[in-house]
Structure formats: C-alpha cells, structure tokens
C-alpha cells in the first residue's frame, strides 16, 4: 500500500513562490517506486479537481496542464522518495487544495486524469492572496 503526504502549502501573495513536497511510503522494495506515474491535482472551492503536472518516476519527463505550464515545475527525488512542485508566480488563481497522487503505470506515460491514480494524499492548502 502506497502512502502519500503532502506539505509545504501556505499561504503567499501574488508573484510569490511556494514548494510543495510529497512523501512516498509503503513500497516494499524501493525500486518498485521507478515504476510509479504521480501527479499534482489542485481543487479550488466549487470546482472539480483538476490535473495540473506528472511525471514518470523512473525518467524525466513531465507533463503540464495549460493553467500551470511555464510557471510550475515537477520534479521526483527516488533517493528521498519524494516528488515535489515548484510554483513560480503565483496568482490568486492557485488558491486551492493541492493534492498529490500515484499509480503504477505500464506505459511509463503520466497522465492528468482523475480516474487513473490509485494512491492519493490527504491535500495541502496554498493560499495566494492579491
């Protein structure tokens, strides 16, 4: 059973920056970790969760949603066994609930679908205030 927490949210005002972390537990042998696809979610009030980066644990290509990209950056550190989220001139647009996510994944292709994550955190709030 794979673990995921996330911390790091806050709250910054627009142009600001933030780093988000996601601890990665429960794999029985840490090489399995190579062959998670894990993503950032953001769900702000009344909206529907949205996907907004990926990634390949075992390479370096990433995936962005159109709101984030250029601004955002998604990166994993298999020797920490955490995946992060750097977030670059923030607007008050941001403001949601961040949520990190995994699956393993066959093609090693991420994805910013919902429906294809398995593994979720608990959410971390970033605030960005005009």
């Known amino acids: 059973q794979v673990q995921l927490v996330e911390s790091g949210g806050g709250s910054v005002q627009a142009g600001g920056s933030l780093r988000l972390s996601c601890a990665v537990s429960?794999?029985?042998?840490?090489?399995?970790?190579?062959?998670?696809?894990m993503a950032w979610f953001r769900q702000a009030p009344g909206k529907k969760r949205e996907g907004i980066a990926g990634?390949?644990?075992?390479?370096?290509?990433?995936t962005y949603g159109d709101s984030v990209n250029g601004r955002f950056t998604i990166s994993h550190d298999s020797a920490r066994n955490t995946l992060y989220l750097q977030m670059n001139f923030l607007n008050p647009q941001d403001t949601a609930v961040y949520y990190c996510?995994?699956?393993?994944?066959?093609?090693?292709?991420?994805?910013?679908?919902?429906?294809?994550?398995?593994?979720w955190g608990q959410g971390t709030q970033v605030t960005v205030s005009s």
């Open positions: 429960g794999l029985l042998d840490s090489r399995y970790q190579s062959l998670l696809c």
């Open positions: 996510a995994a699956s393993f994944c066959g093609s090693g292709t991420p994805t910013l679908r919902i429906d294809d994550y398995h593994y």
């Open positions: 990634i390949y644990a075992g390479s370096s290509s990433p």
